[in-house]
């Protein structure tokens, strides 16, 4: 295996058309494997508007059968092009029940391993607890011909306990697909402070595992279908840090992009040898952080 990684990012806006959203993804992932992309991310929820801004069952309509559709298509799309792929998808899992899942497809198509979101977030514009089930299938790294892929997704990025998991089971690197955005009546200085808490958290959980992070997110403005909010700014900036935090690509806020960013493997392994934060970890210190809270 390469000790260097090819990693294409997806940051695309997207409308209520899943046959033309796709139909770009596919494009996307084309234009990025003919660049040399080994591994293509694409952004939360990305065959789709951001439907949680409203509890409406209707959109319950939205989600896949897995296997169906969705993964004939995507999985043909990572054969065809010989790329992994990561991509996220509305759940159908049973009536009644959904879940917000990343599927991993490596390069012959199948499908390499899901992984259901964990942290499920029930804010204004980001109703999500209506529609999903938080999931049952713990952090698991999903092994791929590209090496092992620690999948979280979006809300997961703000806990560190699911980064370190990952780590722990022998992610090679943290990939976030991920939808996030502004209140557009938020002033200049609160959308500021919201995305740069964003950057720093991610970049922390790559500090402190000493592994790369791939986070892409959605960009471009959404209504709220129910008119009783002003919508959701999707502020874009999808980036790959280092192991040591270090940015080596941001997107732009408000513009799509499709890019090519190169992971060194063996820096990884050198940084974790520098900082061996693993080495000195008190684990038998640490059994209180399994409690909700500590009166």
């Known amino acids: 295996?390469?000790?260097?990684?090819?990693?294409?990012?997806?940051?695309?806006?997207?409308?209520?058309?899943?046959?033309f959203n796709r139909a770009r993804n596919l494009t996307a992932?084309?234009?990025?494997?003919?660049?040399?992309?080994?591994?293509?991310?694409?952004?939360?929820?990305?065959?789709s508007l951001y439907f949680c801004q409203t509890e409406n069952v209707d959109n319950f309509e939205l989600a896949q059968e897995l296997p169906g559709d969705y993964t004939e298509f995507y999985g043909e799309a990572a054969k065809a092009n010989n790329v992994v792929i990561v991509t996220s998808t509305f759940e159908r899992r049973a009536p009644?029940?959904?879940?917000?899942?990343?599927?991993?497809?490596?390069?012959?198509?199948?499908?390499?391993?899901?992984?259901?979101?964990?942290?499920?977030?029930?804010d204004p514009g980001f109703y999500e607890k209506f529609y999903?089930?938080?999931g049952?299938?713990?952090?698991?790294?999903?092994?791929?011909?590209?090496?092992?892929?620690?999948?979280?997704?979006?809300?997961?990025?703000?806990?560190?306990?699911?980064?370190?998991?990952?780590?722990?089971?022998?992610?090679?690197?943290?990939?976030?697909?991920?939808a996030i955005g502004w209140n557009p009546d938020d002033d200049d200085d609160e959308k500021a402070r919201q995305r740069e808490a964003w950057i720093i958290s991610q970049r922390g959980h790559a500090v402190a595992n000493?592994?790369?992070?791939?986070?892409?997110?959605?960009?471009?403005?959404?209504?709220?279908p129910s008119g009783q909010t002003s919508g959701i700014d999707f502020w874009g900036s999808s980036f790959v840090a280092g192991p040591q935090g270090e940015i080596?690509?941001?997107?732009?806020?408000?513009?799509?992009?499709e890019q090519i960013v190169e992971i060194d493997r063996t820096r990884?392994?050198?940084?974790?040898?520098?900082?061996?934060?693993?080495?000195?970890?008190?684990?038998?210190?640490?059994?209180?952080?399994?409690?909700?809270?500590?009166?």
Not at 248 to 257: D, G, K, T, V
Not at 289 to 294: G, M, N, Q, S, Y
Request: net charge negative; glycine share 8%; proline share 5%.
């Open 248 to 257: 080596l690509f941001m997107a732009p806020e408000n513009a799509p992009q």
């Open 210 to 224: 000493g592994l790369p992070v791939v986070s892409v997110n959605r960009c471009g403005f959404e209504e709220d």
């Open 1 to 19: 295996m390469s000790r260097k990684l090819k990693v294409g990012i997806v940051q695309h806006s997207f409308n209520e058309d899943i046959d």
């Open 96 to 122: 009644g029940l959904y879940h917000n899942t990343a599927v991993v497809f490596d390069t012959d198509g199948s499908i390499a391993g899901k992984y259901r979101k964990m942290h499920i977030p029930d």
């Open 132 to 134: 999903f089930t938080p």
């Open 268 to 295: 990884t392994e050198n940084v974790r040898q520098w900082w061996p934060f693993f080495r000195d970890r008190r684990i038998d210190c640490y059994g209180d952080l399994t409690k909700r809270f500590l009166d």
């Open 136 to 178: 049952d299938l713990g952090f698991e790294p999903i092994e791929t011909s590209v090496g092992k892929l620690g999948v979280l997704v979006c809300w997961d990025q703000w806990y560190p306990e699911a980064a370190r998991l990952m780590a722990m089971r022998g992610a090679e690197l943290l990939i976030y697909p991920t």
């Open 29 to 47: 992932i084309e234009n990025l494997a003919s660049e040399g992309a080994e591994l293509v991310v694409l952004s939360e929820l990305h065959d």
